[in-house]
């Protein structure tokens, strides 16, 4: 497909702002591709035309199971296109391509976080080759409305092209619900199967999406994730292709499995991470990348910004991870509970566009339970709206002895600095994470504050 005198255009101006933003103001993950987009509402589709494109969309863990996605298909590929900033939707895929122009002859392979809301226009353009469906819960409800309506969203990309692949998370109820054109592959935990259990009352999807009866588990993982079926109409969990055996150890800080017979380590906590990794050796294995070779991709030590971050605070090591919905704050909370020694915690709340305005999402936490634990020696409270996370800390039972208030970012940073714990754990959304790493960027913490 050769590029029309327009989308040259497009791709020139495109990848000349990103050079000067990226030069001289280390940013420019989105506005050169909206700029692109913006001369030339298709320029994806020819900046694209010859790459094979990964999908990888769903509530949480685009970002790492990208990411793991990516180094597993290193393995077997020189050069594997992606969006690393997370900047996931239309504009931020554009600018991924303007970024990484393909170095040689033939196809390229790129792997994409993509948007919910954003699927179908990027599908569109691109023509995926497959599409790796992570989970689907309550997030950004201003913007997605409940869960079935994302999902959705979803499935209008993935029915726009009958012959691409689907890898979906098994043991999501959602995403074995509908019948699809597509060819179709599920992943999930095969752990021994304790009887007949049912989720918490209040956790996403406690409803069979057939008959809207209330689901049976034989085995939870977390959430509403596990070996489900259905009573009243005989839904159950679809047969998996691609499983999880056994979790054989699990820290704050690593995780250690085994998937189809293969042992794995990951240098990141929590079972929702071994899900991102059980997606990407999903991946990895229908793009003929052999077991050990996933394993030792696996293997390599590189953490994504935001996603259990680890950074170097002076003699302190500070922990960054990203929240934005009840279920990955339950299971951020109930990863760290498992640290050997108390720790200095902070969770940093702002509502703008990308993290979600509605902050009514914090109640859902299990909080109370976290406090009762005792695991945080410290607690502290910042962004833009610190008064509502203040009180949420507050309600759970915090002491305010215990609790230290710092609406500003700047002062967050000071006060983890003072904190006495060796440990700290800081939890934000999303753009309070992007400007927590200025600020430590800014210090000489880290390089980069995007």
Known sequence: MAFSAKASLATAIGRSSYWFLHTFFKGGSSLPGKIANRLDPHVLQALGHNYDVIVV??????????SLIVKVLKQKYQEVLTNPTGSNMLQGITTAFLAQPKSGHGRGIAVLEV????????????????????NIFRDQMDRYGEFYTTYQKILDGITLDPTAVVLANGDAPIFSSRKLPNPIYYYGFTLTNEGDHKAPPNTDGVLCPVCQHILHYHALTYANLGNF???NCGF??????YQVNAVTKMTPQSSEFVIDGQPCHIDIGGMYNIYNALAAFAVGRTF?????????????????????????????KLTLILVKNPVGLNQVLSMI???????????????NYADGIDTSWIWDGNFEEFVASKKAADYLVGGERYQDIAL???????????????????DVLTTLQEMPQQQLYVLATYTAMLQLRKKL???GYIKGGF
């Open 392 to 410: 949420r800390l507050k309600v759970a039972g915090v002491p305010e002895t215990k609790l230290t208030i710092k609406p500003d970012l700047g």
């Open 337 to 351: 509970q498992t640290a050997k020694q108390p720790f200095g915690f902070a969770m940093l709340l702002n509502a």
């Open 236 to 241: 159950k969990r679809p047969e998996l292709t």
């Open 441 to 443: 960027s800014d210090g």
């Open 288 to 316: 003929d990348v052999s077991p050990e070779q996933i394993s030792q991709a696996f293997a390599y030590d590189e953490k994504v910004f935001g996603r259990q971050e680890v950074i170097q605070l002076g003699a302190k």
């Open 57 to 66: 969309t769903g509530t949480n863990g685009k970002t790492l199971t990208t």
């Open 229 to 231: 079926f259905c009573p």
């Open 115 to 134: 948007d919910e809301a954003n699927v179908a226009p990027v599908a569109a353009q691109l023509k995926p080759k497959a599409f790796v469906l992570t």
